[in-house]
């Protein structure tokens, strides 16, 4: 049968990965694909260069946006990279020309995602992006297919591996983040400008595609509220440890009844459940539906074999012809639900102080609480230095992001609390 | 657009759910199959009975196979259950006039699918079965497409909820099987007759399945070596704790040199693998990769609800024209790989004793294992009562199967080992 001809933009982890796999792996995609699928053409700046793939015999673009063009190729894969410059180039040229393009590039999409699914409709041309969402893991296939028939309520997602590897690392030996990041840049598993990983920017690129999926509107990067784990430390992790929970950079997606709510934030987590469980460099997510109920997918998401998986994945799907929606439903369709600001987040609070122990201190904290209409779970006391710092931890019942925020400045700026406090959110899933 | 007609046969469980949620979420599943899904027909045996959902103005028939030959049905569910009679009359029947055939029998398609997978091949028509294996866990859909572009090595599953829930029971309250089955039926998690689940033929049927797309060859239900839980022992579950593991009824699927290794049987697994973490009546796949390493996927494994889901994604798909090959290859690339027998399993084993406690019992014991050539690596006798009966606990290094059952048979006559011995496989996932 007639191949797949495919052009890879971009030759670094993902595209030298694609094609790595398309080689070892060619009878088994084939078999899987009803035909074979071949890289003919191959775009990347520095032709000299020995990338330890086969290169031979492959056409050599070096402006990838000219890939788009090739009348020998019916697929293009971008694994460019960016969101300026060649990769959305490429993009729009192949959507352009009619040709469907598989592409890991979570920034792409979370930034110009919506744009691009609209000139993918248009054209009436596949835009895939499995690679894009925890790597390996089949979630974009599981959520808009597998889940299809679900109204889902909520997605909950540990989807950067660099964040889970250090707070894993924190948790198991007691060290700082700063240690804990450095050691993960010994190993790779962090990069040596890590504020893309670190602050949670990569995981709520992911969790914008999955809640566009999930609820089927267009993806809306610019409504997810942010927050890293540089805040995260050793205390408050063996302090979440002793109240049962994990703390854990979780993305939440959810439906509520004013709209969408997406977040990206360290949270407390039960110990019990299967996502405190997923440790190290492992991605997980949750999917939430009214008729499947819970159903949760571990894997690894990131390095160049699983991110092939997925990339190879989707080539098998357009080989075979099958055809899903870029947000899983027609444009037409598309729902218009408002997003939902992190102020109107209801539920409980971990809230630790540097207190200076002296009578009183701890009445003026939680009046100012009971003043913001906050009703404490629990209050503790760690241990006694009369005069001295000792931390107080309190937990709360459910209560409002905006009532806690102010509770929090106003308790932050009295004289006997001695650092900024810590307020990390507490998710009972 | 034109809506894709379903006829339902079997009102119960299944079929209800399916109905239930076809008209609950009709506008969700409309958008996400790119056309509505309508219920046109069902096919029952008691008209009479009120099974509280609407069944007014959809033509009914007494005999479930005249369902295939209504011009205006697109798509059968079958909901009937069984291997004989009307399901499988049905489902030949419908393929055999081209229609496309959703189904959750997993009994069926064990023991019948190599035929009707030929026969649908032949007809050129689907042959869907996501609700059939894993309930509500899209785990077809992810071993067949999300990670079709990967060599499989392993799939391992927790594949039946009733036992997996009796087991979880035993360990956390320290009961004996009898009590946890019992109050497993009470709450309705097991049947009157229970053989069929804690047997574990309800779990290999569902293996079967899951062997026969990893490893793109027709389902061979009669290679499984099945083994169930009756024979698992409060004792046995406390001791497996206590050496860092838990026992789980575990689905294996695995490519060897021989060939296919199938087996169904309770194993102990490393306490801290994310498959031994999968509690109470919810099951798990876990599968391994070339390029992808391992991917888990956990939910709820039956009820209404969770296979409603699964059925009704099979019918998405239907609607959006998504056609995959039953076993995820065409016919003629079907694998012709043989099936290796559970005597050549090669790995570490548990082996419990009862032994009456005076000198030389365990150097009969020690000296029967080393003349079968399998090596300890740890030996435990638990307390001491002299002239007593006491248990003996042995780990055992890799061996092959077919030696430690030799080796146990010996055991098992010597005079001084007065109940059978517990022999319970250990794998490291």
Redesign the interface.
């Known amino acids: 049968m007639k191949p797949l001809r495919v052009a890879v933009a971009g030759l670094g982890t993902v595209g030298a ?1 694609v094609i790595t ?1 398309l080689h ?2 060619a009878a ?2 084939a ?4 035909r074979p699928i071949a890289v003919t053409a191959v775009s990347a700046r520095d032709r000299g260069r020995d990338r330890g793939i086969p290169l031979a015999g492959l056409r050599w673009y070096e402006d990838a946006a000219a890939l788009a063009l090739d009348p020998d190729v019916d697929v293009i894969v971008e694994a460019i990279g960016g969101t300026t410059g060649s990769a959305p180039a490429l993009v729009r040229a192949a959507l352009a020309a009619g040709k469907p393009v598989v592409t890991a590039n979570k920034a792409l999409l979370a930034e110009h995602g919506a744009e691009l699914a609209a000139l993918a409709a248009e054209r009436g041309v596949t835009l895939a992006y ?1 690679a894009a969402v925890a790597g ?3 979630a974009i ?2 959520v808009r ?7 889902l309520t909520r997605i909950v997602g540990i989807l950067n591996g660099t964040c889970n590897y250090i707070l894993t690392q924190m948790r198991a030996r007691g060290i700082e983040f700063a240690e804990a990041l450095a050691e993960a840049q010994r190993l790779g598993y962090a990069e040596a400008d890590p504020a893309f990983d670190v602050d949670g920017i990569d995981a709520a690129h992911k969790l914008a595609i999955l809640a566009a999926l999930a609820f ?1 509107r267009p993806v809306d990067f610019a409504a997810v509220h942010i927050e890293g784990i540089r805040g995260i430390s050793a205390l408050d992790i063996r302090l979440a440890e002793e109240l049962g929970y994990r703390i854990k950079l979780l993305g939440i997606a959810a439906r509520t009844q004013d709209g969408i709510d997406t977040r990206m934030h360290p949270a407390m987590v039960p110990a019990t459940h ?1 996502i405190a ?2 440790d190290g460099v492992f991605n997980a997510v949750m999917a939430e ?12 998401g990131a390095g160049a ?2 991110t ?6 989707d ?3 357009i080989a ?6 870029v947000w ?3 444009a037409a ?1 598309l729902s218009a639900a408002p997003s939902v600001p992190i102020d109107a987040r209801v539920g409980p609070y971990y809230l630790r102080l540097m207190v200076v122990d002296r009578p009183g201190v701890i009445a003026d904290v939680t009046a100012t609480l009971r003043d913001h209409a906050i009703s404490l779970e629990s209050m503790l006391q760690r241990g006694r230095s009369p005069g001295e710092a000792v931390p107080v931890v309190i937990t709360t019942h459910d209560c409002e992001e905006r009532a806690m925020r102010a509770a929090m400045a106003r308790i932050a700026g009295m004289e006997a609390v001695l650092e900024p406090p810590a307020l990390i959110r507490i998710e009972h899933l």
Chains 1, 2 share one sequence.
């Open positions: 990965g796999l070892d792996n088994t995609v078999a899987r694909a009803g499995e390996g893991i089949p296939k599981a297919e597998g889940l299809a028939a679900n109204d089927a299967p469980r997923v539906g009214d008729f499947v109920g819970r159903v949760v997918l571990e894997g690894r074999g699983p092939a998986s997925a990339v190879v994945a080539l098998i799907d075979r012809g099958r055809v899903t929606p899983g439903v027609e369709l």
